[in-house]
Nanobody, 123 residues
């Protein structure tokens, strides 16, 4: 059973940085596409970044491109989302997700989800 556990969220002032972690277990993650998504109150869950564990290819939403960076530690089966130059509009609950196959930007295509971690950016 695939399990994803996010951590690292918190409160930060605009312009600050946070690093989120997604610890993965229960799967052969070289076969998985991973995703970071976020959901603000009253809004739909939206794509932030996708990452193919086996090939290392990463794709970012335009809203975070140049500010957010995905990385991973294979030995720890952990994926990270480094978030710099944070803006109030980045405030949301951030989720890690996984699916077997190619990365996609659609949340509905991911089979496994973590519980999320809250990020709050104040102006």
């Amino acid at each position: 059973q695939v399990e994803l556990v996010e951590s690292g969220g918190g409160w930060v002032q605009a312009g600050g940085s946070l690093r989120l972690s997604c610890a993965a277990s229960g799967g052969t993650f070289s076969m998985y596409a991973m995703g970071w998504f976020r959901q603000a109150p009253g809004k739909e869950r939206e794509f932030v970044a996708t990452h193919r564990w086996g090939g290392g290819v990463t794709n970012y939403a335009d809203s975070v491109k140049g500010r957010f960076t995905v990385s991973r530690d294979n030995a720890k089966n952990t994926m990270y989302l480094q978030m710099n130059s944070l803006k109030p509009e980045d405030t949301a609950r951030y989720y890690c997700a996984a699916r077997v196959g190619r990365p996609t930007t659609g949340a509905a295509s991911y089979n496994y989800w973590g519980q999320g971690t809250q990020v709050t950016v104040s102006s």
